[in-house]
């Protein structure tokens, strides 16, 4: 399994990371799970322990090889969001509320029509920001000092 682009990429997304699904296509079929992972380049996503494949990986330095069961990615066609009211697969649509917010709609045949919320997992950043200050980070002491005063002539040009 190569890396390979996809031909069409898909510009606006609505399936999102987090998000329950069920798996429509494939030897999976009927299955629900949550996403893991969304591949834009690929249009492709891979769903919590479905759609395991084996792996032949050889041994090197700091790892053990053998036959391990990996998650493949699927095609975002193969697989549609869950209606949080019936539990069925739906599209989704997108609706303002009266407040304005932007909001994700269950829609369809099955669907119930209600609002399908963000997934919690969004909010989290997958790489913590730092908290520590490194070798090229400023010193909050030059961040705060005061270069420029227009009133006082400090940092004017010499002209």
Sequence with gaps: MG????????????????????????????ESGIIKRVIRSQNRVIVE??????????????HEGGIFSIEAPLHVSNVQVLD??????????YKRLEDGTKVR???????????????????E??????????PKDTPMEHVLERTY??????????L
């Design 49 to 62: 322990g479905k759609n395991l494949v084996k792996k032949h990986i050889k041994q090197g330095e700091g």
């Design 105 to 123: 709609v269950s829609r369809g045949q099955e669907a119930s029509g209600s609002v399908i919320p963000r997934p919690e997992i969004l909010k």
């Design 84 to 93: 949080p009211v019936t539990g069925k697969p739906c599209k989704i649509g």
């Design 125 to 134: 950043r997958r790489k913590p920001r730092p908290t520590m200050l490194g």
């Design 3 to 30: 890396w390979k682009a996809a031909e069409k990429i898909i510009r606006h997304w609505k399936i999102l990371r987090g998000d329950n699904v069920m798996i429509i296509r494939g030897k999976d079929k009927g």
């Design 149 to 158: 005063d227009a009133k006082a002539g400090i940092g004017m040009p010499d």
